[in-house]
């Protein structure tokens, strides 16, 4: 099993920043790919940013220049930079990772949720 522990969210005026952080442990060696999701209050959960063993990366069309998806093997530890923020990236924040062989994020199986963390972005 993969646990995925999320931390560094927050409340932050817009057009500032937050970094989140997301540690793997357990049976990580079964990843070879993880993201970034965000649910927002009545929307579904969408898909943000991915960054896959290889270090190819992904974004969300909204989040584009703003945020940087990036990984640390060494301490087992994905990140999430947040610049720019605006208001309508409120949401709660999910580190999700996955195993499989598809060039498609969401193609992989999906083996583990963090537990979320609330970022709210105030006008």
């Known amino acids: 099993q993969v646990q995925l522990v999320e931390s560094g969210g927050g409340l932050v005026q817009a057009g500032g920043s937050l970094r989140l952080s997301c540690a793997a442990s357990g049976s990580i060696f079964s990843i070879n790919a993880m993201g970034w999701y965000r649910q927002a209050p009545g929307k579904q959960r969408e898909l943000v940013a991915a960054?896959?063993?290889?270090?190819?990366?992904n974004y969300a069309d909204s989040v584009k220049g703003r945020f940087t998806i990036s990984r640390d093997n060494a301490k087992n530890t994905m990140y999430l930079q947040m610049n720019s923020l605006k208001p309508e990236d409120t949401a709660v924040y999910y580190c999700?990772?996955?195993?499989?062989?598809?060039?498609?994020?969401?193609?992989?199986?999906?083996?583990?949720w963090g537990q979320g963390t609330q970022d709210t972005v105030s006008s």
């Open positions: 999700n990772a996955r195993k499989g062989t598809s060039s498609w994020y969401t193609g992989r199986a999906s083996v583990s």
């Open positions: 960054i896959t063993s290889g270090g190819s990366t």
